[in-house]
C-alpha cells in the first residue's frame, strides 16, 4: 500500500530515532522561556529542537499536548507563550539548496536574518529587502509579516515562492503559489503548523548607501510621497516632544564601501541627549530638542545592502506598530503626536514611519490592494508601555489600522475580521489544519475567536 508523506515521515522517524512519546531524548523538564525584551516569560513544559522535518513529524504524529513553535521569541505579543511544549526551530536552520539560474534560495525555517546574507553573497545572491533588526529567524519573521521600508517593497513573506508546513498531526504540506492554502501559509502566526523551510526569491548582491539628517517633521510629510518614490528607502524617526525627525534615505550605488563602526563618543552623546531630554517635565522639551536636532548634520554609510538593511539593536524595548492606508498615514501619524504632547506623555524613544507596499497574503499588514503606511511606538524595556500604547491605540482603529501581528495589539477576532477580508478563510483553513486546537495559546484564542 502506498504511504502518504507524513506516514513516511512518521514511520521513518519513529524507527531510525526510537522516539517514545515525545521523540528522541526530549527535554521534557519545564523550561523558562523569556522573549526579547523580557516583557514576555513562560515555563512550558518541556522544549523539543528537532535536527529534521522527519523527526518533526513523528513528534507531532504522537503527540496530544499543546504546543507553540518558537524562532528568536523576538516577537511583542504574547504568540509563543504556553504552558505545553515549544517547538524551538535552531536545528532547522542554514542553506539547504540554491537555484542560480533563478536566483532562490531555500533556508531552514530557524534560520537568523542575521546569517542569511553572507550565506547567500557566498552563492552570489541578496535578498530585495530586510527589516532594520536582524535578529529574528525566517520562520518568524513571515509569520508575522515583518517588513522593511519601500513603496515598492512587500513584507518578507511576499517573497517566499514556497515553503514546508508540518501540520500538528505530523502531516507534510509542501506549499506554493499553484495551492490555495499557500497565501496563508506564507503569514500564518504559527497557526497552521510549524514551517520548516522556505524558498526565497532574490536578487543580485548589490550595495547601498544610507543617508541621515535632521529635518522638521512637517517638511518631510509635506513631500513624503515624492521622496518615497525618489528613492529606494525612505522613512523618518520623528522625535516626540519636538517638531523634528531623523530621516533615512537608502539608494543602490557602486561607491566604494564606507562604513566605519559606530563612534562610541557619538553614541555616548546621543545617549546624554535623551537623558537630558527626559530629565525634563515633557511640556519644556521642545526648544530642546529643536535646538539640539536643528544642529544634526547629515552623515551617511555605504556597505553590502543586508549591512545596511538591517542592524544588531542592543537596547532593548517593547513595540506596537500599526498600518494605515498610504493616504491616511500623515493624518495619523500627526494625531498620535498630538496626543502624546497633549496628555505630557513621558517618553522620548521616537517613533518610525514608512511605507510597505501591498501584498497577496491572506493576514499580512498589508494584504489586499492598497499600500500602507506603517507607524510604529515604542518604550524602551523596563519601562511600563501600557499607558503609552493604550492611549494611542483607539487613534489606528480610527484609521483602519492593522496590528503588526509580532508587535503589541489588543484586537479580537470581532475587530480582525473587519479589517481582513480573508480572515473568516484563515481562520476555516486554522481549524480543518489543527482540529484539535494544539496550536492555540490564550493570545491566539482571543485573535481567532476560539476558546478552549
Not at 522639551?285 to 538593511?309: F, H, N, W
Amino acid at each position: 500500500m502506498a504511504q502518504t508523506r507524513r506516514q513516511f515521515f512518521a514511520r521513518s522517524a519513529l524507527a531510525g530515532f526510537g522516539l517514545a512519546a515525545f521523540g528522541a531524548a526530549p527535554d521534557v523538564v519545564p523550561t523558562p522561556w523569556r522573549n526579547w525584551s523580557g516583557h514576555l516569560s513562560a515555563t512550558p513544559a518541556g522544549r523539543f529542537s528537532p535536527a529534521s522535518d522527519e523527526e518533526l513529524a513523528a513528534i507531532l504524529a504522537r503527540s496530544t499536548t499543546p504546543f507553540r513553535p518558537v524562532g528568536a521569541g523576538h516577537s511583542f505579543s504574547p504568540l509563543v507563550p504556553t504552558d505545553g511544549h515549544l517547538i524551538a526551530l535552531d536545528r532547522l536552520s542554514g542553506l539547504i539548496a540554491h537555484d542560480p539560474a533563478n536566483l532562490r534560495a531555500t533556508f531552514g525555517g530557524g534560520t537568523r536574518l542575521s546569517d542569511v546574507g553572507a550565506q547567500l553573497g557566498a552563492i552570489g545572491q541578496a535578498m530585495s529587502i530586510l527589516p532594520d533588526i536582524d535578529r529574528q529567524t525566517l520562520a518568524g519573521a513571515t509569520a508575522t509579516a515583518t517588513h522593511g521600508t519601500g513603496i515598492e517593497f512587500p513584507c518578507l513573506s511576499g517573497y517566499v515562492t514556497d515553503l514546508r508546513l508540518i501540520t500538528p498531526s505530523g502531516e507534510v504540506l509542501d506549499l506554493d503559489a499553484e495551492d490555495e492554502r499557500f497565501g496563508a501559509a506564507q503569514v500564518s502566526l504559527g497557526a497552521l503548523g510549524v514551517v520548516t523551510r522556505m524558498t526565497i526569491q532574490n536578487r543580485s548582491p548589490y550595495r547601498l548607501k544610507a543617508r541621515n539628517w535632521a529635518q522638521p517633521i512637517e517638511d518631510v510629510l509635506a513631500t513624503f510621497d515624492e521622496s518615497a518614490a525618489a528613492h529606494r528607502h525612505f522613512e523618518m524617526f520623528p522625535l516626540t516632544h519636538s517638531n523634528y525627525a531623523l530621516v533615512l534615505a537608502i539608494d543602490e550605488t557602486t561607491e566604494p564601501v564606507n562604513n566605519p563602526p559606530p563612534d562610541p563618543e557619538e553614541s555616548a552623546a546621543f545617549a546624554a541627549a535623551m537623558a537630558a531630554w527626559a530629565s525634563l517635565p515633557p511640556r519644556e522639551r521642545l526648544p530642546l530638542i529643536d535646538g539640539m536636532a536643528a544642529q544634526i548634520g547629515e552623515t551617511s554609510a555605504v556597505d553590502d545592502s543586508y549591512k545596511i538593511l538591517s542592524n544588531i539593536r542592543n537596547g532593548r524595548f517593547n513595540e506596537m506598530e500599526y498600518s494605515v492606508p498610504v493616504e491616511a498615514g500623515a493624518d495619523c501619524l500627526r494625531e498620535v503626536l498630538r496626543t502624546i504632547i497633549d496628555n505630557e506623555v513621558d517618553v522620548v524613544f521616537p517613533l518610525e514611519y514608512r511605507y510597505v507596499r501591498r501584498d497577496d497574503t491572506w493576514i499580512g499588514m498589508s494584504a489586499g490592494d492598497h499600500d500602507h503606511a506603517a507607524i510604529s511606538v515604542h518604550r524602551m524595556a523596563g519601562a511600563d508601555f501600557q499607558p503609552l500604547f493604550d492611549l494611542v491605540e483607539p487613534i489606528f482603529w480610527r484609521y483602519d489600522g492593522r496590528p503588526h501581528w509580532g508587535k503589541v495589539h489588543s484586537l479580537g477576532a470581532r475587530e480582525l475580521r473587519a479589517l481582513y477580508p480573508r480572515f473568516d478563510d484563515f481562520r476555516s483553513l486554522r481549524r480543518e489544519l489543527d482540529p484539535e486546537r494544539r496550536l492555540l495559546n490564550p493570545h491566539l484564542q482571543k485573535v481567532f475567536g476560539e476558546p478552549t
